[in-house]
């Protein structure tokens, strides 16, 4: 059985806490692109830790991205989509909105930090980043854009430790990268998926009780 | 001094949970809007228990609307913008994505529960409300679509009982408005914007002790 790892609320706020002076030193971002729904609550606790007094607000974005993968299970042996090819799938369920407002011409020249909740195969990331880059390209383009290019970089509160399905720039993965907790290949309750939230809290206590987390 | 009200992470949690029943019979939302950044936690809560078994998790779409009030010490007197004509704008820092994807035609004909932390002088709520009916209106017209209509609902926290400068349709106001709890004109700490989150948890449970909250 694959183990499981019990996050409280106060658990991800600190670990955004302790991660955002190294986001502001190391990434300096303009702007958060969450990653919904996971992404949504980091990305709020983050905006609080990365607000320089007497500056605005760090924007939050938000894109919704649904992944889908095939399980080994329900695939039929010998037809397409078997388990070494299959089956992963990122669908967009929000994208950012280019009318015009333009926010993606927003993004052009800036320090964007995509945030999510867990990289887990690494294959939404990926999508992310690869869509994110190609429509900055395209706006770039069309604006005639000639000044310093936009970077991407990325924080989430775990990082699985395992073979990834999907890849990321070499820029991105070495430097522009940031985990606040590196794990093994557990299952991550996160509170806000909690039923009983009361519960969820006393076995997180009695894990860290135990030694067997943080 | 306006006094505070400290409401930690998993009082949201549980403002939520106990919230959703009567959202799914009186509402039976397709979609939630949340508005960000304050929407953006409540809405990932919620996501969780207003999903039914077997079915896929309700989509959360986020915009971002920002509310200026122009604060009256910083303005002339006799000059246009004074106190009671004045100075609350909305502006938008993400909308919708009106592109190919069709974001907005895939409101028409939905129940959308439009979902943010705190209705303190529903400007913000009412902007809301407004545009997401004037682009839906437009979208139907477009799409000719002659079915049910749309329908949105709002979801709070808090709801501040205070005089409202902002002001909702009837029928949103009258039955498809729900507040968790209702406050006198307080400051509410959500714990997203602690600085020190197990500070201010004592001042909750010392508040919830001296009943002072609740």
Same mark, same amino acid.
């Given at each position: 059985m694959v183990p499981k790892i019990y996050v409280t609320y106060n658990e991800v706020h600190k670990l955004c806490q302790e991660s955002a002076d190294r986001i502001l030193a190391e990434f300096k971002p303009h702007l958060m692109i969450a990653i919904g729904g996971g992404g949504y609550v980091p990305a709020r606790i983050l905006r609080s830790f990365l607000k320089k007094p007497a500056s605005p607000n760090i924007p939050i974005q938000a894109i919704g991205l649904s992944l889908y993968e095939s399980l080994p299970e329900t695939m039929q042996p010998g037809t397409p989509g078997d388990v070494e090819t299959a089956g992963t799938r990122v669908t967009r369920t929000q994208w950012l909105d280019l009318s015009s407002l333009g926010e993606m011409s927003n993004l052009v020249g800036k320090k964007v930090l995509i945030v999510d909740e867990v990289d887990d195969t690494r294959t939404t990331l990926e999508y992310a980043v690869k869509e994110l880059e190609k429509d900055v390209q395209i706006a770039s383009e069309r604006m005639g854009y000639q000044g310093e290019p936009t970077e991407f970089s990325i924080?989430? *509160?775990?990082?699985?430790?395992?073979?990834?399905?999907?890849? *990321?720039?070499?820029?991105?993965?070495?430097? !522009?990268?940031? #985990? #606040? !907790?590196?794990v093994g290949d557990v299952w991550i309750c996160y509170p806000w998926e909690a039923t009983d939230i009361d519960q969820h809290d006393e076995l997180a206590n009695k894990q860290a009780a135990n030694g067997t987390t943080k």
């Amino acid at each position: 059985m694959v183990p499981k790892i019990y996050v409280t609320y106060n658990e991800v706020h600190k670990l955004c806490q302790e991660s955002a002076d190294r986001i502001l030193a190391e990434f300096k971002p303009h702007l958060m692109i969450a990653i919904g729904g996971g992404g949504y609550v980091p990305a709020r606790i983050l905006r609080s830790f990365l607000k320089k007094p007497a500056s605005p607000n760090i924007p939050i974005q938000a894109i919704g991205l649904s992944l889908y993968e095939s399980l080994p299970e329900t695939m039929q042996p010998g037809t397409p989509g078997d388990v070494e090819t299959a089956g992963t799938r990122v669908t967009r369920t929000q994208w950012l909105d280019l009318s015009s407002l333009g926010e993606m011409s927003n993004l052009v020249g800036k320090k964007v930090l995509i945030v999510d909740e867990v990289d887990d195969t690494r294959t939404t990331l990926e999508y992310a980043v690869k869509e994110l880059e190609k429509d900055v390209q395209i706006a770039s383009e069309r604006m005639g854009y000639q000044g310093e290019p936009t970077e991407f970089s990325i924080f989430v *509160l775990h990082n699985k430790d395992k073979e990834k399905k999907g890849h *990321l720039p070499d820029r991105i993965e070495n430097g !522009r990268y940031m #985990a #606040a !907790r590196t794990v093994g290949d557990v299952w991550i309750c996160y509170p806000w998926e909690a039923t009983d939230i009361d519960q969820h809290d006393e076995l997180a206590n009695k894990q860290a009780a135990n030694g067997t987390t943080k």
